[in-house]
């Protein structure tokens, strides 16, 4: 049985925040028990028409937290009722730092999950300022040292850099004060200015510089030496993790493998199709309660579908797997999957991406995969063009 990991899009927050383009809505709370009841019928649906194995699940927002501890077991229970799995599955949660108390914590640990995400994004306060986040760092301090005591010990944090105005030296001690959380996980983003959003307007009409391109290069590559030098590992473009703490979650979606996304907005990749569900909270909501399964895996609440071709997978396996700075994408793996080799298939690509010096071959065990280069790690998107024109 194909393992598919499982994604809920809860797409509620108290705030939103400048710079977020997310699918989530900030004094829609009212709606939170019907949603619920929606993501719990959606589940039904889809996993009633076949078997299927859980690989991981990720509660994603959004702000996840904002949901009641009896809500988010329901929904455990849910999904734990309608999904194979076994007792080490990952079970993940993104919080926010300032919606959490130890006694929340300890019963989402009851509801079976392992695994929390924490957006901290900046241990300076002018930055969280910025960026209207509604958290300061005592508060991470605090969460992490309540979900410590509740018994979690995969604990990853998110953190942006390359902020307008924000120097070399505020990042450093933002990534030194997060190490000192002692973390398994943390994922970095650089800033991206999205179009519509309050920080999009602001730095069109000057009122905030945009960000040095240069100097988030610099912030990157201090950060990959720091955390290197602290026992980390790099295991994806933006991710770096303690050894066997990597998120099996992403994994997943950037080994180019099926799952399945519930809940407003959210996508999914499976039986070669990909399908989008609607944004709104209340179409959602109204969808789920009238509505019959499509066809697996489309519930009532998808509104687009895109059928995958073999050609198009290969493509995909390429950008998504090259994302994966260590393990890179398996000659055999690709080779078994579809019947062909990645030479053969790609031959002009990887001829122009080896002569950039912006690709390598590399023995993993037995076993040849392509990478990117070190130096390519900050151009990946020159390189995944290719893959998918
Ligand atoms: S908490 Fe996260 S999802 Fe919510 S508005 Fe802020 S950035 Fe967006």
Same mark, same amino acid.
């Given at each position: ?22 699918? +989530? ?50 929904? &455990? ?151 290197? @030098? ?64 499509? @066809? ?17 997978? &290969?493509?995909? +396996? ?72």
């Amino acid at each position: 049985m194909t393992k598919h990991a499982l994604y809920l899009h809860v797409p509620f927050c108290v705030h939103r925040c400048a710079y977020c383009d997310f699918n +989530t809505y900030a004094g829609q709370d009212a709606l939170i028990p019907a949603y619920v009841d929606g993501l719990i019928r959606e589940i039904e649906l889809i996993s009633a028409s076949r078997q299927i194995a859980a690989k991981s699940i990720f509660f994603g927002g959004g702000t996840p937290s904002l949901l009641s501890p009896i809500q988010l077991a329901s929904l &455990m229970e849910t999904l734990r009722a309608n999904f194979a799995w076994d007792d080490a599955l990952e079970a993940s949660l993104e919080a926010n730092p300032g919606t959490v108390s130890l006694d929340y914590l300890q019963k989402l640990r009851d509801a079976g999950f392992n695994r929390l995400s924490f957006g901290v994004q900046s241990a300076h306060p002018d930055d969280l300022h910025l960026l209207e986040r509604i958290h300061d760092f005592w508060d991470v301090i605090h969460a992490v040292k309540w979900a410590r005591q509740a018994g979690f010990d995969n604990l990853s944090l998110d953190l942006i850099f390359g902020l307008p105005e924000q120097p070399l030296s505020r990042w450093q001690e933002t990534l030194k004060y997060a190490l000192d959380l002692h973390p398994e996980h943390l994922s970095l983003y650089a800033l991206t200015v999205e179009h519509g959003t309050p920080f999009g307007h602001w730095v069109a009409r000057g009122m905030i510089p945009l960000p040095d391109p240069d100097l988030a290069a610099d912030m990157y590559e201090w950060a990959s030496e720091f955390l290197a @030098e602290n026992g980390y590992i790099q295991y994806e473009i933006s991710n770096w993790a303690k050894p066997k703490y990597e998120c099996q979650h992403n994994l997943q979606y950037w080994r180019n493998l099926p799952y399945l996304g519930f809940g407003a907005g959210a996508h999914g990749y499976a039986a070669r199709t990909r399908y989008a569900n609607i944004l709104g909270i209340q179409p959602y909501i109204n969808r789920l309660k009238k509505g019959s399964m499509i @066809e697996f895996p489309r519930s009532p609440a998808s509104i687009s579908k895109e059928e995958i071709s073999p050609y198009q997978a &290969m493509q995909e +396996t390429m950008m998504l797997g090259l994302r994966l700075t260590q393990e890179g994408v398996s000659a055999e793996d690709f080779r078994s999957r579809f019947g062909s080799s990645v030479e053969d298939v790609f031959r002009q690509e990887l001829d122009e991406l080896f002569s950039l010096a912006l690709l390598e071959w590399a023995d993993i065990g037995n076993e040849k995969a392509l990478r990117l280069t070190p130096h390519a790690r900050l151009l990946g998107n020159q390189v995944f063009r290719r893959f998918v024109g």
